[in-house]
């Protein structure tokens, strides 16, 4: 059976860390692109980070470079997400996925995500103080 399941959100204070794992059976993660993704109530999903299968490329827009780090313990069949300095802004339901087949990390990343293969349940993340 492939699932993805996340672990690790909570809640955290303004400027404070967390690491976000997300535990892949059924499949090789190894052969698959790699994405977290976030949404905030009443906004749409965005992808906020994603890495490739194959030349080690990543992407992380904006909002979240210099603070959030995408890898992938392929042996572990888990990939992670580390956040720092964490912001309110930051809260949300924080999904991984996996793409078999991408053009560029950046288009992974994007909206409408018809690439991608499979999706996490989600894990909830508050920044609060």
């Known amino acids: 059976q492939v699932q993805l399941v996340e672990s690790g959100g909570g809640l955290v204070h303004p400027g404070g860390s967390l690491r976000l794992s997300c535990e892949a059976s059924?499949?090789?993660?190894?052969?698959?692109?790699i994405g977290w993704f976030r949404q905030a109530p009443g906004k749409e999903r965005e992808g906020v980070s994603c890495?490739?299968?194959?030349?080690?490329?990543?992407y992380y827009p904006n909002s979240v470079k210099g603070r959030f780090t995408i890898s992938r313990d392929n042996a572990k069949n888990t990939m992670y997400l580390q956040m720092n300095s964490l912001q309110p802004e930051d809260t949300a339901i924080y999904y991984c996925?996996?793409?078999?087949?991408?053009?560029?990390?950046?288009?992974?990343?994007?909206?409408?995500?018809?690439?991608?293969?499979?999706w996490g349940k989600g894990t909830l993340v508050t920044v609060s103080s």
């Open positions: 059924g499949f090789r993660l190894d052969y698959y692109a």
């Open positions: 890495a490739s299968s194959s030349d080690g490329s990543t």
């Open positions: 996925a996996v793409d078999l087949k991408i053009t560029t990390v950046q288009a992974m990343c994007a909206p409408p995500y018809y690439g991608i293969d499979y």
